[in-house]
């Protein structure tokens, strides 16, 4: 460990288990000296575990629906009350759509499902940041982190709703993080994470072929959730000052990719296995 985090006090929105990244990214702010509370909705705290990982780093459980401004309001002013002041991390690892859970394709959605999608997985990260801002919670050189997955730019077959909600979450960290940047020198960025077995992710129909297609892809294969924490860590800490308004890519490389020598092998075996059934 490296003590990088040393210190500093945050929020962590978005721990489940321990499938969650939210879950990861807290042990190992933990590991490097970080106090912080862990939020998630009600129901969340009911069918998790969050118990576990908050006895596990020592923090304390604020329970909190994300697109309630009453509920944030309570979550960073006991957040000051406990630290003494304001934090120096915020980290946003929420998002839910009914339209992927139901398998409503993307030409037939429902658009109160859509909403939802919307509120849960991108309005909330504006809300948490207009909350921070208006109470000054967050320190100079504080750092907020969301995230985000390559959907936001590049269309995914049955990732549906969602990509439009990551594009949405990916503009509020630049027109926020502007605001946030000029006024208060708080950075405000984007993780576009490989993607990860969570326990949400594991209920989503192809997400097994869809991690095998991402992992052929990337020279460097799949990141993982220690992966994501890792870096999630270099973004709350100060060897990142100057790093705002980004959607960063921790994704083995795939973002840049457009055919792998992996990908074109299993392409070209189907292709082979078409004209031997036809």
Same mark, same amino acid.
């Given at each position: 460990?490296?003590?990088?985090?040393?210190?500093?006090k945050g929020i962590?929105?978005?721990?489940l288990?321990?499938?969650?990244?939210?879950?990861?990214?807290?042990?190992?702010?933990?590991e490097?000296?970080?106090?912080?509370?862990l939020?998630?909705?009600?129901?969340?705290?009911?069918?998790?575990?969050?118990?576990?990982l908050?006895?596990?780093?020592?923090?304390?459980?604020?329970?909190?629906?994300?697109?309630?401004?009453?509920?944030?309001?309570?979550?960073?002013t006991?957040?000051?009350?406990?630290?003494?002041g304001?934090?120096?991390f915020?980290l946003?690892?929420?998002?839910?759509?009914?339209?992927?859970?139901?398998?409503?394709s993307?030409?037939d959605?429902?658009?109160?499902?859509?909403?939802?999608?919307?509120?849960?997985s991108?309005?909330?990260?504006?809300?948490i940041?207009q909350?921070?801002y208006?109470?000054?919670?967050?320190?100079e050189?504080?750092?907020?982190?969301?995230?985000?997955?390559?959907?936001g =730019?590049?269309?995914?077959y049955?990732?549906?709703d969602?990509?439009?909600a990551?594009?949405?979450?990916?503009?509020?960290?630049?027109?926020?993080?502007y605001?946030?940047g000029?006024?208060?020198?708080?950075?405000?960025?984007?993780i576009? =994470?490989?993607?990860?077995?969570?326990?949400a992710?594991?209920?989503?129909?192809g997400?097994?072929n869809?991690m095998?297609?991402?992992?052929?892809m990337?020279?460097?294969?799949?990141?993982?959730?220690?992966?994501?924490?890792?870096?999630?860590?270099?973004?709350?800490?100060?060897?990142?000052?100057?790093?705002?308004m980004?959607?960063?890519?921790?994704?083995g490389?795939?973002?840049?990719?457009?055919?792998?020598?992996?990908?074109?092998?299993?392409y070209?075996?189907?292709?082979?296995?078409e004209?031997?059934?036809?």
């Amino acid at each position: 460990m490296y003590n990088l985090l040393k210190g500093k006090k945050g929020i962590i929105f978005g721990a489940l288990d321990s499938k969650s990244i939210a879950w990861h990214i807290a042990e190992r702010c933990y590991e490097e000296g970080a106090e912080f509370i862990l939020s998630n909705t009600p129901a969340a705290l009911r069918f998790g575990s969050l118990k576990e990982l908050a006895e596990k780093t020592n923090s304390e459980i604020v329970a909190a629906d994300a697109t309630s401004m009453e509920d944030l309001n309570a979550v960073f002013t006991r957040a000051m009350e406990k630290f003494g002041g304001q934090i120096d991390f915020v980290l946003h690892a929420i998002g839910m759509s009914l339209n992927v859970r139901k398998n409503r394709s993307y030409d037939d959605v429902d658009y109160n499902y859509y909403t939802k999608t919307m509120d849960i997985s991108a309005f909330s990260f504006h809300k948490i940041l207009q909350t921070a801002y208006k109470l000054d919670a967050i320190k100079e050189w504080g750092s907020v982190v969301a995230l985000s997955y390559v959907a936001g =730019q590049r269309t995914f077959y049955r990732y549906n709703d969602m990509a439009d909600a990551k594009a949405l979450l990916e503009s509020i960290a630049r027109s926020f993080g502007y605001i946030y940047g000029r006024d208060r020198k708080v950075r405000v960025n984007t993780i576009s =994470q490989s993607p990860t077995l969570t326990t949400a992710g594991s209920g989503v129909k192809g997400i097994d072929n869809l991690m095998d297609y991402s992992d052929r892809m990337s020279p460097l294969g799949n990141a993982t959730a220690e992966d994501c924490a890792n870096y999630c860590v270099t973004l709350f800490s100060d060897l990142t000052k100057k790093i705002t308004m980004q959607n960063l890519y921790n994704d083995g490389g795939f973002s840049s990719m457009g055919m792998s020598q992996k990908a074109m092998h299993v392409y070209n075996a189907s292709l082979e296995l078409e004209k031997i059934v036809d």
